[in-house]
T-cell receptor, first 113, second 113 residues
Framework: AQSVTQPDIHITVSEGASLELRCNYS??????LFWYVQSPGQGLQLLLK??????LVQGIKGFEAEFKRSQSSFNLRKPSVHWSDAAEYFCASTGGAGTALIFGKGTTLSVSS | KAGVTQTPRYLIKTRGQQVTLSCSPI?????VSWYQQTPGQGLQFLFE???????NKGNFPGRFSGRQFSNSRSEMNVSTLELGDSALYLCASSVTGSGDGYTFGSGTRLTVV
């Protein structure tokens, strides 16, 4: 069965430091992969997505993610975190048409000054 | 262009009642998915509609149902409400639902008392 795992429930990073949020997926073929961000009380905003091709994907707000088939991973990175990045981050995957978009449990990011 | 619109934003219902939530997708988007978000369970997939047909269904009891109209607007209904149905219900729309990326609404916060 398709699944997404985000091993870290909560991460605290100092402002200006680099960030990496982990995501592992389980799917028979190469899935479509996404990262979303959610601020308190809000809906989800798409940060970036991977379908195929270049395994390093650039997104909005300075985020990037790298698809590694051998590790079934799609980790999200940012070189320098800003206080406004504090939010909850969700990794998601789908197998395509007719397949549900499945989410990980999310990682809450706190930014310390 | 207008985003995904969910109405109402907030609802308070009594246990045993039923409720209907509405979602207007982005113009041109034919796929609408519904999710239930709770602190304990995270984002759980309810169902997906595409061109008025339910294409996928999550693991929820039959009290949860939905439909999609010819203009792609969707409604979900929950009958015989239970306290555990209190959650943020999110709607997401996509052009085809085949991994092209989903845009989320701000959600409907349902509280069952």
């Amino acid at each position: 069965a398709q699944s997404v795992t985000q091993p870290d429930i909560h991460i605290t990073v100092s402002e200006g430091a680099s960030l990496e949020l982990r995501c592992n997926y389980s799917y028979g073929a190469t899935p479509y992969l996404f990262w979303y961000v959610q601020s308190p009380g809000q809906g989800l905003q798409l940060l970036l997505k991977y379908f195929s091709g270049d395994t390093l994907v650039q997104g909005i707000k300075g985020f990037e993610a790298e698809f590694k088939r051998s590790q079934s991973s799609f980790n999200l990175r940012k070189p320098s975190v800003h206080w406004s990045d504090a939010a909850e981050y969700f990794c998601a995957s789908t197998g395509g048409a007719g397949t549900a978009l499945i989410f990980g449990k999310g990682t809450t990011l706190s930014v310390s000054s | 262009k207008a985003g995904v619109t969910q109405t109402p934003r907030y609802l308070i219902k009594t246990r045993g009642q039923q409720v209907t939530l509405s979602c207007s997708p982005i113009s041109g988007h034919r796929s609408v998915s519904w999710y239930q978000q709770t602190p304990g369970q995270g984002l759980q997939f309810l169902f997906e509609y595409f061109s008025e047909t339910q294409r996928n269904k999550g693991n929820f009891p039959g009290r949860f149902s939905g439909r999609q109209f010819s203009n792609s607007r969707s409604e979900m209904n929950v009958s015989t409400l239970e306290l555990g149905d209190s959650a943020l219900y999110l709607c997401a729309s996509s052009v085809t639902g085949s991994g092209d990326g989903y845009t989320f609404g701000s959600g409907t916060r349902l509280t069952v008392v």
